[in-house]
């Protein structure tokens, strides 16, 4: 049941993407890579620690995505693959990966656009590659990794304490 | 759809509420964040119009703490409710792992939430989720008001299925922290 699923991100695949950003990250002079689920979740950071709030930061990028897609099927494209924040210092380029997954590069003026946006192009077409064998191996497992029982009931425990009991 | 992130050793689970347009969605997240600790929660943040009214979400991280070795963490939406953001619910609905269902108890209010069942209904289907299948509770709010509908009357239009229900009174906290307790539970148990 979809529902339920819950998908897996190991840290096989953690080493292989930042291997990716980080290269990434070298030849654009770009600052900062961040990918987030389109669900708004946080899957990885690379580069310089922003010190913003993540978890909030990737709530909002996937919205901002989200509503863009609504944009473009209101001028009748299917969808925005790219979009571009331009800021004063910082700037953000969005990129989508796969339909599942947002690349956001944080840059300032060490970097250009032309080349952040090149350099991007080739990245998640690499990088959409191992996602799809990332949700293959997913949904093979039949909905993906579970947790012990035990894990459950020391939530629950925390649930109980967390939101009184 | 909840992630289990092996590498960062996190897991968020997101939870939607959900319910007709000033229902008290947005007081119930607000009351939480009020009252968990201050070090447990991420911040609140709110996408509204000038009005005050819930335009895209109302988003809020609890965390759980770290469990054996994961951090984890709850990720609080609301929904807007009027009719004509029906695209923004939809894309909020996306990945969800829970669902609290706010109704508000008001007679004049039946309609407003059978109507926003449906809503909920139809946008999961799309989502491919089996609302039937899922950590789902309900929660009838605003039960200090002199015209309020009787449980059975609002279990009979709402709650077919008989899942977990709550009374409320989301300006006062009553029934908040019941409501999140069960429907968290929930889906911590779809985890194992
Ligand atoms: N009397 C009463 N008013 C409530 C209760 N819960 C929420 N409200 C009020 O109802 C209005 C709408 O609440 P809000 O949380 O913004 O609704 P939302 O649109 O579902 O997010 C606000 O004025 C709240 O103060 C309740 O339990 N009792």
New interface residues.
Partial sequence: ???????????S??RRIDVLLGSFLRESHARCALLV?????L??VAGERPDF?S??FA??AA?DF??ND?LASMIGEQEFSTLFHQGEKDSMYLADVARRVILIVLFDERATLGMIRIKVRSMVRELAEIFAQLFQRVMGDGG?????????D???D???R???? | MSMINYASREINCKIVYYGPGLGGKTTNIEYVYDKVAPNTRGKLISLATETERTLFFDFLPVDLGTIRGFKTRFHLYTVPGQVYYNASRKLILKGVDGIVFVADSQQERHDANVEAMHNLYDNLAEHGHDPRRMPFVIQYNKRDLPNVLSLEALDQALNPTSVPSFEAVGTRGIGVFDTLKAVSKQVIKQLS
């Fill in positions: 049941m979809s529902g339920a699923a819950s998908w897996s991100f190991e840290e695949d953690a689920d389109r669900t708004g979740q899957i990885t709030d978890t909030a709530s909002l919205a989200s509503a609504q993906g990794s579970r947790l012990e029982s035990s894990w459950v020391e939530a629950e925390e649930i109980d967390l939101f009184g009991s």
